[in-house]
C-alpha cells in the first residue's frame, strides 16, 4: 500500500499569507494525486487532480505541483474562506488520504 | 446538477451486515465510476473501494474481505454492503463519482455523507 504522510498537521496563518502544505508518498504515486479541502460537517471538495491540474470553478489561488513522492498544495494569498481541512489522495495504486492539514487562523 | 444522496441504517449492530444505497440524480449512473469513502469522526478520510461505469471494482485492501459494492442502472443507484463490522467502522460513510478527467479514483461529485454507528 502506498502510505501518504502530509505536514504539517496544523498550520496557523493570517489572511493574505502564502500557505504551503507537503504531501509524501512512501513509493511513487506518479502524477495522481488529488487534493481536497473539507470544512466542518461537510462532504471534501475537489481542488485540484492529476499533482497540478485545476478543478473547474477552484479558485486560482491555488495551485498544486510535484511527481513521485513529494507533493505540494500552495494557496498563494489565504482568504477568510480557506480555513479548512486539506487532504492529500493518491489514486495510482488503489488510493490512500493523507491524515489531513487543518489550516487555522492566526 | 448531479447530486447523490445516501442512504440506510444509523445503527447496525456489531457483527452485522452494514448496507448503504447511493441514489444519483441529476444523470445517468451507467456513464460513471462510482466510490465510497468514510471517516470515523474527528478523524481522516479513508478509501472504501469503487465500481466502474463496465461493472468491476477494486478494494481497500484493508477492507476487502469485508466488502462488496455493486450497481442498480435500473434504479440509478449504487450500493456498499460491509460484513461483520464492528464498532472501528463507525463513521460517516460518503458516496461520491469519479471524475472521468482524473485519471483515476478521485471524486468531483460527493453525497452530504451519512453516520453509521455499530452499538448493539
Known amino acids: 500500500d502506498i502510505q501518504m504522510t502530509q505536514s504539517p498537521s496544523t498550520l496557523s496563518a493570517s489572511i493574505g499569507d502564502r500557505v504551503t502544505i507537503t504531501c509524501r508518498a512512501s513509493?511513487?504515486?506518479?502524477?495522481?494525486l488529488a487534493w481536497y479541502q473539507q470544512k466542518p460537517g461537510r462532504a471534501p471538495k475537489l481542488l485540484i487532480y492529476?499533482?497540478?491540474s485545476l478543478e473547474s470553478g477552484v479558485p486560482s489561488r491555488f495551485s498544486g505541483s510535484g511527481s513521485g513522492t513529494e507533493f505540494t498544495l500552495t494557496i498563494s494569498s489565504l482568504q477568510p474562506d480557506d480555513f479548512a481541512t486539506y487532504y492529500c489522495?493518491?489514486?495510482?495504486?488503489?488510493?490512500?488520504f493523507g491524515q489531513g492539514t487543518k489550516v487555522e487562523i492566526k | 446538477q448531479v447530486q447523490l444522496q445516501e442512504s440506510g441504517p444509523g445503527v447496525v449492530k456489531p457483527s452485522e451486515t452494514l448496507s448503504l444505497t447511493c441514489t444519483v440524480s441529476?444523470?445517468?449512473?451507467?456513464?460513471?465510476?462510482w466510490s465510497w469513502i468514510r471517516q470515523p469522526p474527528g478523524k481522516g478520510l479513508e478509501w472504501i473501494g469503487y465500481?466502474?461505469?463496465?461493472?468491476?471494482?477494486s478494494y481497500n485492501p484493508s477492507l476487502k474481505s469485508r466488502v462488496i459494492i455493486s450497481v442498480d442502472t435500473s434504479k440509478n443507484q449504487f450500493s456498499l454492503k460491509m460484513s461483520s463490522v464492528t464498532a472501528a467502522d463507525t463513521a460517516v460513510y460518503y458516496c461520491?463519482?469519479?471524475?472521468?478527467?482524473?485519471?483515476?479514483?478521485?471524486?468531483?461529485?460527493w453525497g452530504q455523507g451519512t453516520l453509521v454507528t455499530v452499538s448493539s
Open positions: 465500481i466502474s461505469h463496465s461493472g468491476s471494482t
Open positions: 489522495q493518491q489514486y495510482n495504486s488503489y488510493s490512500t
Open positions: 441529476g444523470g445517468s449512473i451507467s456513464s460513471y465510476s
Open positions: 461520491a463519482r469519479v471524475a472521468t478527467y482524473c485519471g483515476g479514483d478521485c471524486c468531483d461529485y
Open positions: 513509493q511513487s504515486a506518479g502524477s495522481w
Open positions: 492529476k499533482a497540478s
